[in-house]
């Protein structure tokens, strides 16, 4: 019998980025079964899982995502395994990159496989998707829900499976968790302007140069305005994405205006002062369209795929700095606005649309935990025979064989680590961050001579 037939529904997330243990932790309170809204009426305990890896958050990071768990420890994959082996837990949200989750469906497939009942499976993405599309989707196939954040996913999510002929049931349409805040009312004193960095986009020393360059420019034309620069991570932190160049060291080259500042924090909280929220391609864009917040993407480094901002194609969002600079104000397409699954025209507090956003994956979800008999085994579209070049690497990056067993050698200690094992992990983790952000570059700039 599940665990919340006889006490407090008992709920694990595994992350492997502050950003997906944000996304994960709020997307399991709001779809546990009993929840509505931004009110919680079931009793859960939620326990985190930090997979241990280059992204694996520091409690700084942690403290500004500001989730709270019942209970907070790193993992190996194998680790987390085993303790799912022997933990009756009624829901498990996987809040991976699309490998991990891969890895994790094949393993939970073997741990769980003379077990009479399992937990539901859940898992996702934590904003918008636009690159690998199929190949992320394929990857998460087997869970018993597959969160879409807005309806344009959940259309483009089934058409891809259906598209391989793979079970397209388990795509259920949500919203992103963490929209949500006061809605804008209009403008402050002084009036805000927030650039909101992403840590891979733009990815070259010259586009980034670029826009902080123009950042400042905006900040010297407009000396009545604050102009902040919203940060992601500190150096030598990780955060989804790797970051080689962060814009805190580029910084140090410049000379801005006493009205520049750069910024970190909770973007909620920086939201509440932000007058024009601009960004690359930032799913921060979403949280101010919800909060009609005036959001702009900009196209000064042209509308392309590599960038992401060709997502917004048909937002009304699209403008260039220099429109920025002569006093643009955005209008977003309403329309387009819907289907993003951001509810610009509800209040965000909480009426309207987005408080029902996730009322179908409760309603599965709650669905399957009554089934009898318990749930089938995990089923991923990918197996030995259908990806015999593909999937066995994958799984080996995790320490598990073809078949989801750990392999020889693998990890396997249940217990935290002692104080020497703590050290050289921190050690090889600073080596790693200073590889990416000091030496690689270096050796790529030589590369181009």
Same mark, same amino acid.
């Given at each position: 019998?599940?665990?919340?037939?006889?006490?407090?529904?008992?709920?694990?997330?595994?992350?492997?980025?502050?950003?997906?243990?944000?996304?994960?932790?709020?997307?399991?309170?709001?779809?546990?079964?009993?929840?509505?809204?931004?009110?919680?009426?079931?009793?859960?305990?939620? *326990?985190?899982? +930090?997979?241990?890896? $280059?992204?694996?958050?520091?409690?700084?990071?942690?403290?500004?995502? #500001? %989730?709270? /768990? !019942?209970?907070?420890?790193?993992?190996?994959?194998?680790?987390?395994?085993?303790?799912?082996?022997?933990?009756?837990?009624?829901?498990?949200?996987?809040?991976?990159?699309?490998?991990?989750?891969?890895?994790?469906?094949?393993?939970?497939?073997?741990?769980?496989?003379?077990?009479?009942?399992?937990?539901?499976?859940?898992?996702?993405?934590?904003?918008?998707?636009?690159?690998?599309?199929?190949?992320?989707?394929?990857?998460?196939?087997?869970? *018993?829900?597959? +969160?879409?954040?807005? $309806?344009?996913?959940?259309?483009?999510?089934?058409?891809?499976?259906? #598209? %391989?002929? /793979? !079970?397209?049931?388990?795509?259920?349409?949500?919203?992103?968790?963490?929209?949500?805040?006061?809605?804008?009312?209009?403008?402050?004193?002084?009036?805000?302007?927030?650039?909101?960095?992403?840590?891979?986009?733009?990815?070259?020393?010259?586009?980034?140069?670029?826009?902080?360059?123009?950042?400042?420019?905006?900040?010297?034309?407009?000396?009545?305005?604050?102009?902040?620069?919203?940060?992601?991570?500190?150096?030598?932190?990780?955060?989804?994405?790797?970051?080689?160049?962060?814009?805190?060291?580029?910084?140090?080259?410049?000379?801005?205006?006493?009205?520049?500042?750069?910024?970190?924090?909770?973007?909620?909280?920086?939201?509440?002062?932000?007058?024009?929220?601009?960004?690359?391609?930032?799913?921060?864009?979403?949280?101010?369209?919800?909060?009609?917040?005036?959001?702009?993407?900009?196209?000064?480094?042209?509308?392309?795929?590599?960038?992401?901002?060709?997502?917004?194609?048909?937002?009304?969002?699209?403008?260039?700095?220099?429109?920025?600079?002569?006093?643009?104000?955005?209008?977003?397409?309403?329309?387009?606005?819907?289907?993003?699954?951001?509810?610009?025209?509800?209040?965000?507090?909480?009426?309207?649309?987005?408080?029902?956003?996730?009322?179908?994956?409760?309603?599965?979800?709650?669905?399957?935990?009554?089934?009898?008999?318990?749930?089938?085994?995990?089923?991923?579209?990918?197996?030995?025979?259908?990806?015999?070049?593909?999937?066995?690497?994958?799984?080996?990056?995790?320490?598990?064989?073809?078949?989801?067993?750990?392999?020889?050698?693998?990890?396997?200690?249940?217990?935290?680590?002692?104080?020497?094992?703590?050290?050289?992990?921190?050690?090889?983790?600073?080596?790693?961050?200073?590889?990416?952000?000091?030496?690689?570059?270096?050796?790529?700039?030589?590369?181009?001579?």
């Amino acid at each position: 019998m599940p665990a919340s037939a006889t006490k407090a529904l008992r709920v694990a997330v595994i992350a492997d980025s502050d950003t997906r243990w944000k996304w994960g932790a709020l997307t399991a309170n709001r779809i546990a079964p009993g929840n509505t809204g931004r009110v919680a009426q079931t009793d859960v305990r939620l *326990d985190g899982y +930090l997979l241990r890896g $280059r992204a694996t958050p520091t409690a700084r990071q942690l403290e500004e995502v #500001g %989730v709270r /768990a !019942d209970s907070l420890r790193e993992v190996t994959a194998v680790e987390f395994l085993r303790t799912m082996a022997r933990e009756p837990y009624d829901l498990l949200v996987l809040a991976l990159v699309g490998g991990g989750v891969q890895a994790m469906l094949h393993g939970l497939k073997r741990v769980w496989e003379d077990r009479p009942e399992r937990p539901v499976v859940v898992t996702g993405y934590v904003g918008v998707v636009y690159e690998k599309l199929a190949d992320g989707l394929l990857l998460r196939h087997g869970a *018993d829900l597959v +969160l879409a954040n807005s $309806r344009q996913d959940a259309e483009r999510f089934r058409a891809v499976y259906e #598209g %391989v002929g /793979a !079970d397209a049931s388990s795509v259920t349409e949500v919203a992103l968790p963490f929209l949500g805040g006061a809605p804008y009312t209009g403008e402050h004193d002084p009036y805000t302007v927030v650039f909101a960095a992403q840590p891979s986009v733009p990815d070259s020393r010259k586009d980034r140069m670029y826009l902080l360059d123009r950042l400042v420019r905006h900040a010297r034309l407009h000396p009545e305005r604050e102009v902040l620069l919203k940060l992601r991570s500190k150096p030598g932190e990780h955060t989804t994405h790797i970051e080689e160049l962060p814009y805190q060291k580029l910084a140090q080259r410049l000379d801005p205006p006493s009205n520049f500042r750069l910024v970190y924090g909770h973007m909620g909280e920086v939201l509440d002062r932000t007058d024009l929220l601009v960004t690359v391609s930032s799913t921060a864009a979403l949280e101010a369209l919800h909060r009609r917040i005036p959001t702009v993407v900009l196209t000064d480094l042209g509308i392309r795929e590599a960038l992401g901002n060709h997502h917004f194609v048909g937002s009304g969002c699209l403008a260039s700095w220099d429109q920025l600079d002569a006093g643009h104000r955005p209008a977003p397409d309403e329309e387009w606005v819907s289907r993003q699954g951001v509810a610009a025209g509800d209040s965000p507090s909480g009426a309207g649309s987005y408080a029902t956003a996730f009322d179908t994956a409760r309603e599965r979800i709650a669905e399957l935990l009554r089934r009898p008999g318990g749930l089938p085994p995990l089923t991923p579209y990918y197996t030995p025979g259908t990806a015999p070049g593909y999937l066995p690497g994958l799984l080996a990056r995790h320490h598990l064989g073809p078949d989801g067993t750990p392999l020889p050698g693998a990890p396997a200690a249940d217990k935290e680590p002692g104080p020497v094992r703590q050290i050289v992990r921190r050690a090889a983790r600073g080596a790693y961050r200073h590889g990416v952000q000091r030496v690689a570059p270096v050796i790529r700039r030589m590369g181009e001579l």
